[in-house]
């Protein structure tokens, strides 16, 4: 099996750090009252070199891993400053080289409330609180212990995050930290080794935080922004020389991006989102580039007296 050797990997960035401008739970926009917005939008991520600990290592079995998928988007405005949303991934994976085969199917369902308690005029803009609360969990039972070419870790998670937004003019600043809860899993097999033998089949996931901050530029049509995203996993163990990765390795990864929404002048209910991400540093991932392109249409299910805003 050491030939097989595998690294870590394409699918965990994508569940946990998405952040295309699209109303998602990881940006300052909120739907009005009665508003709907739906959408979908592809992203491609892709590797081939990873993260070993910390010892940085290609893989001639594996060549480039490739990630791809279509998010489905929906997010409706319960009231000003509430919004619910949904999102579910359908997501396939594929490596250039070696026998190993890709997978395919829907990932995790996803759900968010989000709540923006706080608007104040300060320091000659405006200052700007959220809490988002995030629940998700898979939709099937796919293979969680295949990776990297799993299409995803198989946890039920429960997010708690909290975000502080400022703008002056047409520059804001955005800044978000996130703890996310995670369930154990149950793999295929009757046992297996982290730092000592498990005579189990279920694996215990230790929780994660996620960081997050940017700066951008928002007018009347185009919203964009540089970012950098920072993940830590509290707990897991590294990828052991000539062994394979597991999903309670400790998953440690920098990500700096550049994200924009644009809203058609001539059409103001469509939007198109589009960025790219770069890892640049990581600990048992892969140091992958991704990049997305989206659409999403916004219109009011019943009459109401305000236009469509974003924070």
């Not at 750090?17 to 739906?38: E, G, P, R, V």
């Not at 299409?151 to 997010?159: K, R, S």
């Not at 392109?293 to 469509?308: D, N």
Request: proline content about 3%; some cysteine; charged content about 15%.
């Amino acid at each position: 099996m050491n030939q097989l050797k595998k690294g870590l990997i394409s699918p965990l960035l994508l569940i946990c750090c998405f952040s295309a401008l699209a109303q998602t739970d990881n940006d300052a926009i909120l739907m009005n009252k009665y508003q709907w917005c739906s959408g979908a939008t592809y992203m491609h991520s892709g590797w081939n070199e990873y993260w070993e600990g910390t010892f940085k290592r290609s893989n001639a079995n594996l060549g480039t891993v490739t990630t791809q998928s279509v998010m489905g988007m929906t997010n409706y405005g319960i009231t000003n400053h509430l919004n619910i949303m949904a999102s579910l991934p359908y997501v396939w994976s594929q490596a250039s080289a070696g026998t190993l085969h890709g997978m395919k199917g829907f990932q995790d369902l996803s759900l968010y409330l989000k709540w923006n308690p706080l608007t104040v005029n300060a320091w000659k803009g405006q200052f700007s609180l959220f809490g988002i609360l995030g629940f998700s969990t898979p939709t099937n039972n796919y293979l969680v212990d295949y990776l990297p070419l799993s299409i995803g870790l198989g946890t039920t998670n429960i997010y708690y995050r909290l975000m502080a937004y400022y703008k002056r003019g047409i520059f804001f600043a955005r800044a978000s930290g996130t703890y996310i809860w995670r369930s154990n899993v149950k793999i295929d097999q009757t046992s297996y080794y982290t730092t000592e033998l498990q005579n189990t089949d279920i694996v215990q996931m230790p929780d994660q935080l996620t960081f997050d901050g940017s700066l951008g530029v928002y007018t009347k049509y185009l919203i964009a922004e540089a970012m950098v995203d920072n993940m830590t996993t509290l707990g897991g163990f590294d990828i052991r020389k000539n062994d394979m990765p597991f999903p309670s390795n400790r998953m440690n990864s920098t990500s700096i991006g550049v994200h924009a929404k644009y809203t058609l002048p001539f059409e103001i209910h469509f939007s198109i989102v589009l960025g790219g991400d770069q890892v640049l540093t990581g600990r048992n991932v892969g140091q992958a580039t991704d990049f997305n392109l989206g659409c999403y249409y916004a219109f009011y299910v019943k009459h109401h007296a305000q236009t469509p805003k974003n924070q």
